[in-house]
Structures are given as structure tokens and as C-alpha cells.
């Protein structure tokens, strides 16, 4: 059984760099072939994909987030690293984690990071 948990500060000033850590537990072999994704939802709205990282480190951005955003994975702990810069208020949302092959099967029960100073 896969399983996705979030961690990291649950506050972050503004202009700095939100880092969020997923570590996925369970499956070993199987989320190596899948897509290890991170999304995040505004209160009201559906969620928005922010980007991707593979087993391999290939990398795929939303366009919208492109500029300041990197996606880091360690395949030795199963780990990978969402990297926003330049965080403003704006960016206070709940962010998940997520996983899978086609579309995101397995999700991380979230984490909400809040942008204030």
C-alpha cells in the first residue's frame, strides 16, 4: 500500500522559499514508474497542479509556475522536494502531494502553508 505524507513549515514569510517534503512509504518498485506530482487548492477551488518529478528526475512544470519553482527528488529515501521562491500571500494554500501513472492515484492528506510576515 502506497503512502504519501507532507512536511514543513506551515508558515512562510513573504519573498522567501516554501519547501515542502513528500516521503512516500509502501509500494517500492510500483511509484517508480509513476509521477510524482504536487498540487495545491485555494480555499473554494479545485486543485491546481504546480508540477512534477519522476523516479529518473525528469521534471515538468505548470507554465504559471515555472519561474520559481523546482521539484528535487532523493530516490535512496523515496523523498522528493517542492522549492517555491518568492512566495507572497498569494501563495497561501493547502499543498498535496500526489502520485501515480495515469492521473494521481495516491495522495498525501496535505499540509496548509500559510504566507505572512
Not at 66 to 84: G, Q
Not at 87 to 113: I, N, P, S
Amino acid at each position: 500500500q502506497v503512502q504519501l505524507q507532507e512536511s514543513g513549515p506551515d508558515l512562510v514569510k513573504p519573498s522567501q522559499t516554501l519547501s515542502l517534503t513528500c516521503t512516500i512509504s509502501g509500494g517500492r518498485g510500483t511509484v517508480n514508474y509513476y509521477f510524482w506530482n504536487w498540487v495545491r487548492q485555494f480555499p473554494g477551488k479545485e486543485p491546481e497542479w504546480i508540477g512534477h518529478t519522476t523516479y529518473s528526475g525528469a521534471t515538468e512544470y505548470s507554465p504559471s509556475l515555472k519561474s520559481r519553482t523546482t521539484i528535487s527528488r532523493d530516490t535512496a529515501k523515496y523523498r522528493f522536494t517542492l522549492h517555491l521562491s518568492d512566495v507572497t500571500r498569494e501563495d497561501t494554500a493547502v499543498y498535496y502531494c500526489a502520485a501515480g501513472l495515469m492521473g494521481m492515484k495516491e495522495w498525501g492528506q496535505g499540509t496548509q502553508v500559510a504566507v505572512s510576515s
